[in-house]
């Protein structure tokens, strides 16, 4: 037997004997590139968000916050929020007036009793205090008050002052890209289905003048991860680029390009959001946010068919 199969290893042409030997140095090739690819450490790892923002960490503090179970999820929105300052960045903080809205900390995993300022968010330039709101508790509380929801369930996780590129790719620093596999995670974890994913970003693509095919281009692999880790949920873009006075065309062409009406929709229209409505020509005040949230109703009616 053994001569048998030596004499068929001594039969064999170099070339073939090349192959076998490379056989060993093309799986550890494959294995370091892939570990300079994956760099990420953790499956529910989140980049520090200051890495993007010097000095602007995550609201973490669960100092009187109510931990809620999951609980029947039947008339419930569970709304994913993605993007950059826009979403995190009201002056003050909001109180809802109906007691079951409820968030996703993306963090630890847990649901709570949304408070404003929603935890894991940050905004740019500076850290979280509990003077800043968000706009999204009055959208969860129109929500309810139309009738179209007994309970909305927020899970926010945008970043300030972040680019549309930052998030296109799992395996760039800051890794904003893989946040969303993180998210995806906690959600299953949790056992909450997906109502929808709003997509509000595009300042910082004002700033950086960023063209159109390439926001375009990096919004589209956004979506692709968002249908890849939680298939089947709409995808509403906001038209938004505001920054300052001035906008950029490109980004907001950008936008509405990526709309197909099937499973990514128009989202609210903050462009139309006058300068009276943000206190730094930029972010959004308490004007603002009100309209904000009537805005993004009406685009959850249209996308969703309430």
């Not at 060993?24 to 790892?45: C, E, Q, S, W």
């Not at 996780?157 to 890209?177: C, H, I, N, Y």
């Not at 997509?199 to 950086?208: C, F, K, M, R």
């Amino acid at each position: 037997m053994i001569h048998k199969w030596w004499s068929s290893l001594r039969s064999l042409k170099w070339d073939a004997w090349l192959g076998i030997a490379l056989v060993p140095v093309m799986l550890f090739v494959g294995a370091a590139t892939d570990y300079h690819r994956n760099p990420i450490p953790k499956a529910y790892y989140i980049a520090p968000p200051q890495s993007v923002i010097p000095g602007a960490d995550p609201f973490l503090d669960l100092t009187d916050r109510v931990e809620v179970p999951t609980g029947n999820l039947a008339r419930t929105a569970v709304l994913v929020f993605v993007g950059q300052t826009s979403v995190n960045n009201i002056p003050t903080p909001y109180v809802p007036v109906n007691g079951n809205i409820d968030q996703l900390n993306i963090y630890d995993g847990k649901l709570y009793r949304a408070k404003d300022p929603l935890l894991g968010i940050n905004v740019a330039g500076s850290a979280v205090t509990d003077k800043r709101g968000t706009w999204m508790m009055r959208m969860a509380d129109k929500l309810i008050a139309d009738g179209h929801y007994d309970r909305v369930i927020l899970v926010p996780m945008a970043v300030g002052a972040t680019r549309v590129d930052q998030w296109a790719d799992p395996f760039t620093w800051p890794f904003l890209g893989h946040n969303i596999s993180v998210v995806g995670r906690r959600m299953r974890d949790a056992g909450l289905p997906c109502t929808a994913i709003m997509w509000g970003q595009g300042e910082s693509d004002t700033i950086v003048n960023t063209p159109e095919a390439f926001y375009a281009a990096s919004l589209q692999k956004v979506i692709a991860e968002f249908k890849r880790v939680i298939p089947g949920c709409p995808f509403l873009v906001a038209r938004e680029a505001y920054f300052n006075g001035k906008t950029n065309r490109g980004v907001l062409a950008a936008q509405a390009s990526v709309v197909d009406n099937q499973t990514v929709f128009a989202g609210e229209d903050v462009e139309s959001i006058g300068s009276a409505d943000r206190y730094d020509n930029t972010q959004l005040n308490e004007a603002g946010a009100e309209k904000r949230a009537t805005l993004a109703v009406a685009a959850l009616k249209a996308a969703l068919d309430l």
